[in-house]
Structures are given as structure tokens and as C-alpha cells.
């Protein structure tokens, strides 16, 4: 009996140590803010209302159309498919808001798919495979940044982070909290389930 609670105790503080180190590395990631040069800017997709993007998004948008006008990378790629009933997808509402900011057409890629960032980090690969391209730098929200990163990186490519520092998801203290213990969880998730593809998403 005593071993089984030292089985169990040990476990738990195992658990909690994984956790926290995790967490930590959640943390200090968000914190960077890497513009080298890449091929493309990813703009990973949010919540977009019949073609108008949502302040996460917005707020990731207006980065990366910054990052592209500081000549970061030729070309920003929008990500993200549409759910049931949407007239159009995060990719399709992300490229309308670029251009209406000036961003060339021309300059901007449309990947209409994915739903959550596993699926838009294959799609992207994907496209990326097929276009030749072989580095980005992957615009989110801070405490996503980690995870996503991860994820483009697992498809082959070089990717590195420069995220957002505007728009709810930095709004205060709560927010910052609230997102790096969610991506805590979903970088816990991914990792455990990666050869199975897991992945899970937060509404915004």
C-alpha cells in the first residue's frame, strides 16, 4: 500500500514539474520576437464575422502587414477554413482585410483550409511544398506562438515567431494568464497525441 502511494505521489509531482516547465517554455517563447527574413509571413487564422476578422485576428493581420512592410518576407499567406454557414473563410476575410491596408494582391497567398492549427499547419505545408517555399515566420498570439511554431516546423519547414502585441489576447494580465495556461494545455495535448495528429482549439 505504501508504494502505491509513493507510485502515485511520485506521478503527481512528475506531472506537475512537466507542467510547469512547460509552461515556462509557453512563457518565454511569447515573449520573442524573431523577424529574421523568411520566404512568407503565416498568418495564422481566428474568428472572422461574414468577411470581417475579429479583434484576434485583426490585431494578428496588422502584424503582419507591418513585418511585410519592414520587408521581412515578399509575400503574407492567410490561413483558415470556414465553419458551417459562413459566407467565408479565415483565409478569404484575412486577404481582404490585407488589401484594404494597402497589402498588394499579388503579394498575398489564400490557404482556404483548416479549422484548427494542425490542420492549417498541413495545409500550409502543403502549399508551401508545392510553391517551393522554405521559411516563415508565423504570426499569432503570444502565448500561441510556441505550439504553432512546433507544428509549421513539423511539415518540413524553417519557421520562427514574431507575434502579435496588440488585441485582446494581451489585453491585461488575466488574458495573458488565461492564454498561456490554455497553450500549456494544448502544447501538453499535441505533444502527447503528435503521432495521431491531436490538436484542440479555443473560440475567439
Known amino acids: 500500500m505504501r508504494g502505491l502511494l509513493y507510485m502515485i505521489a511520485g506521478t503527481i509531482?512528475?506531472?506537475?514539474?512537466?507542467?510547469?516547465?512547460?509552461a515556462a517554455h509557453v512563457w518565454a517563447y511569447a515573449r520573442q520576437d524573431d523577424r529574421s527574413t523568411?520566404?512568407?509571413?503565416?498568418?495564422?487564422?481566428?474568428?472572422?464575422?461574414?468577411?470581417?476578422?475579429?479583434?484576434?485576428?485583426?490585431?494578428?493581420?496588422?502584424?503582419?502587414?507591418?513585418?511585410?512592410?519592414?520587408?521581412?518576407a515578399p509575400r503574407i499567406v492567410t490561413v483558415g477554413g470556414k465553419l458551417e454557414g459562413d459566407?467565408?473563410?479565415?483565409?478569404?476575410?484575412?486577404?481582404?482585410?490585407?488589401?484594404?491596408?494597402?497589402?498588394?494582391?499579388?503579394?498575398?497567398?489564400?490557404?482556404?483550409?483548416?479549422?484548427?492549427?494542425?490542420?492549417?499547419?498541413?495545409?500550409f505545408g502543403q502549399v508551401a511544398d508545392e510553391k517551393g517555399w522554405g521559411s516563415t515566420v508565423i504570426?499569432?498570439?503570444p502565448a500561441h506562438s510556441l505550439r504553432a511554431t512546433e507544428m509549421v516546423r513539423d511539415q518540413g519547414l524553417s519557421a520562427h515567431s514574431s507575434p502579435t502585441r496588440t488585441g485582446p489576447a494581451v489585453s491585461g494580465?488575466?488574458?495573458?494568464?488565461?492564454?498561456?495556461?490554455?497553450?500549456?494545455?494544448?502544447?501538453?495535448?499535441?505533444?502527447?497525441?503528435?503521432?495521431?495528429?491531436?490538436?484542440?482549439?479555443?473560440?475567439?
Open 13 to 22: 509531482v512528475v506531472s506537475l514539474i512537466i507542467t510547469f516547465v512547460t
Open 38 to 72: 523568411a520566404d512568407t509571413i503565416l498568418v495564422l487564422g481566428a474568428a472572422q464575422y461574414n468577411g470581417t476578422p475579429s479583434r484576434w485576428f485583426a490585431a494578428r493581420l496588422d502584424h503582419a502587414a507591418e513585418l511585410y512592410e519592414d520587408g521581412v
Open 87 to 123: 459566407a467565408y473563410t479565415e483565409a478569404e476575410s484575412g486577404s481582404m482585410y490585407l488589401q484594404d491596408k494597402g497589402i498588394p494582391e499579388a503579394d498575398i497567398t489564400e490557404v482556404p483550409e483548416g479549422n484548427d492549427t494542425l490542420e492549417s499547419a498541413e495545409a
Open 139 to 141: 504570426v499569432t498570439d
Open 173 to 204: 494580465r488575466q488574458a495573458q494568464f488565461t492564454s498561456i495556461l490554455h497553450e500549456t494545455g494544448g502544447l501538453l495535448y499535441w505533444r502527447i497525441t503528435r503521432s495521431s495528429g491531436g490538436d484542440y482549439t479555443v473560440e475567439e
